[in-house]
């Protein structure tokens, strides 16, 4: 029986069956032992709540929203949890047996840092491993990103971090305020911008968390609302972390989807849309024209400078003498 966990695992649950046994099972799994597992039921309709309810015993407890969204229920959990770590995992997902060893033996040996995740196999419904033009963007371009340098650098661009896998100091959590249910189904990449400017944040090369992809998980269901939300949270960060004038003037670089986003939330911050050569930010929706982005903007703009913040460019005016 445990009495003083040293890990809560945040597994929040909305109509995860039949997934859930199999995610549950990795959990118990876990070579590190002095875990609780803190399932959150977040208005469960297909019989997930049930399920749950014949697990309880010492070590597994069963917490409800009654439906009030995902981060209201890992700000429940949050609150609950009695380890001093916290770790993340989906209702559909799955853990490697030695996943919270090898983070809790990293956060050990790392005072510093804050947060690690891990890298991430894929699977589909069925559990047989996923290779697509995604899958293997990700593991090109997220999974080398694992030192906190890297990290601070890469995260204003897009989220590196698959939530599943992280491990974090739950105080810095909490004193960070948690997750901000206005950005759902992106409050997870809310709050590691959040984290940035002050924590360091690491991955672990190895793949030890599995992602599945089905067509009814949450962020298939919701990936319009998603680009909005990573696209507001990304704009916060930058209004947070840069020396913006008023009504800032913004040049949008594409015509995508992404380009389009931009252009429906920008009137929510002191920005406005701008034609022509003078401008405050550059916004670049092609992360390919990035390196070459830089260089030419750097050279044009030498005797101001340019401040490169993700896919965002930011003239530094000087001050008139």
Known sequence: ????????????????????????????????????????????????RAWLEARVRPGFRLLSTGGAGFAAALNLGLAEARGDLVARQDGD?????????????????????ALVATCADYIDAAGAPVTNAWTEQVRREHDPVR????????????CVITHGSV?????????????????????????????LPSHALARLPERLYTYRLHGTQWSAALRDRQLECVIRTKLAYLCRTTDLPPSA?????????????????LDEFPMREAAGADWDVWIETDFA???????????????EGVCQVGNFFVRQRQEAP
């Not at 859930?20 to 309709?45: H, K, M, N, Y």
């Not at 491990?167 to 984290?195: H, Q, S």
């Open 167 to 195: 491990m974090a100091r739950r105080d810095v959590l909490v004193a960070a305020g948690g997750y901000d249910g206005r950005f759902a189904p992106a409050e997870d990449y809310d709050l590691w911008l959040r984290l």
């Open 1 to 48: 029986m445990l009495t003083t966990p040293r890990v809560s695992v945040l597994l929040p649950v909305r109509n995860a069956l039949p997934y859930l046994p199999e995610a549950v099972a990795s959990l118990e799994a876990q070579t590190f032992a002095r875990i609780e597992v803190l399932a959150i039921d977040d208005g469960s309709t297909d019989g997930s």
């Open 289 to 303: 024209e990035l390196p070459h982005l830089a260089r030419a903007l750097g050279q044009a703009h030498g005797s």
């Open 93 to 113: 997902d799955l853990s490697h047996p030695g996943r919270f060893a090898r983070q809790v033996a990293y956060l050990d040996a790392h005072a510093d840092v």
């Open 147 to 158: 030192a906190p340098e890297a990290l601070r650098e890469h995260l204003p661009r897009t």
């Open 249 to 265: 003037a913004v040049h949008i670089a594409g015509a995508g989807a992404g380009a389009a986003m931009y252009r429906r939330v």
